[in-house]
């Protein structure tokens, strides 16, 4: 997703952090919506994925999904599957390119995804 006019700017990756990329258009307005609602625990998101998205200091907040949802498909890649919990309902799922130390937002919502229910 090329950024555009009146586009929000995101930092540069410095040092050892990784880089973020949304990888869908609906994370790109999920992360917009979890922005608006709740901005400090978003950014704080913001701040662990960059850091550490593998971190399991925090099973409860951030941890890697299991069973089907263990992993997913990106440029016809397989990368390991990590969800963080932004507030009660709301969730960003990433996939970890390891390789490229970049994390990829599949899905960001306000709201707690449905696959998990089954």
């Known amino acids: 997703m090329s950024p555009k006019r ?3 700017v995101a930092p540069p990756a410095v040092g050892d952090e990784w880089h973020l990329r949304f990888a869908t258009s609906e994370a790109a307005k999920g992360w917009s919506d979890l922005c608006a609602e ?7 998101c913001f701040e662990a994925l960059r850091a550490d998205p593998l971190s399991q200091k925090d099973p409860d907040r951030q941890h890697r ?3 089907r ?3 997913g498909s990106l440029g016809g890649r ?5 969800e963080y919990e932004v507030t009660a309902g709301g969730r960003v799922r990433y996939l970890v390119d390891e390789s490229r130390r970049t994390v990829h937002l599949v899905y960001a919502s ?3 995804p449905r696959d998990t229910d089954v």
């Open 6 to 8: 009146g586009d929000a």
């Open 69 to 71: 949802l263990a992993t």
């Open 110 to 112: 306000t709201r707690h």
């Open 38 to 44: 709740a901005a400090g625990n978003t950014q704080r």
């Open 78 to 82: 397989e990368h390991t599957q990590w």
């Open 65 to 67: 999904l299991r069973g």
